[in-house]
């Protein structure tokens, strides 16, 4: 009887090693860096709460980047992962390179979490990226510094508009209940 157990251990273990789980699709994108770098899949964020921002350097809400560095270093342990999106999509106010966006962003702000490469897509929300994140909620950035707010399984998108500071009650709460999920 021992041996047929073990023999279903080793078939388990063998399909699970050898199955592929499905990415979220809303996560299911493949990206550039903002500085050089090869591509990359945003299903490696799949299982993190994922706070997705549209960026500009030259915004009145550029300050925000300091609230979403402090939500990063606060909790990127416990899972959240925030990722930003430089866009010149509203009011031209993202008008530099990729490298000096990302000497900005650093110089500035000392931002850590990943930044990508410039969203040159007008309307944002025919980029790819963007587009399964409207689909998802039916809310469409009107401005630089939208935050769309992902689940740990990619399930449940929530939007907030360009002047909900990192740092507020609502957006901090809604982090939090997500975290405190697990997957």
């Not at 273990?13 to 050898?18: E, I």
């Not at 008008?95 to 309307?123: H, L, M, R, Y």
Request: glycine share 8%; proline share 5%; hydrophobic share 40%.
């Amino acid at each position: 009887m021992n041996i047929s157990i073990y023999r279903l251990f080793a078939v388990i273990a063998a399909l699970w090693s050898t199955a592929t789980f499905a990415c979220p699709d809303v996560l299911n994108h493949t990206v550039e860096p903002l500085t050089c770098g090869k591509p990359q899949s945003l299903c490696q964020y799949e299982g993190r709460v994922v706070l997705v921002v549209n960026t500009a350097s030259e915004c009145g809400y550029t300050g925000q980047y300091d609230g979403l560095q402090a939500l990063h270093k606060k909790y990127a342990a416990r899972g959240l992962v925030v990722l930003g999106f430089p866009s010149n999509a509203f009011g031209g106010q993202e008008p530099g390179s990729n490298k000096k966006i990302a000497e900005f962003c650093q110089a500035n702000f000392g931002v850590t979490f990943p930044v990508f490469a410039k969203v040159e897509t007008i309307p944002l929300r025919k980029d790819p990226v963007f587009a399964g994140l409207f689909k998802s909620t039916g809310a469409e950035p009107k401005w630089n510094f939208h935050k769309y707010l992902i689940d740990r399984k990619g399930a449940r998108v929530e939007s907030f508009e360009s002047a909900v500071e990192p740092q507020s009650n609502a957006l901090v709460q809604r982090i939090e209940a997500l975290l405190a999920q697990r997957q």
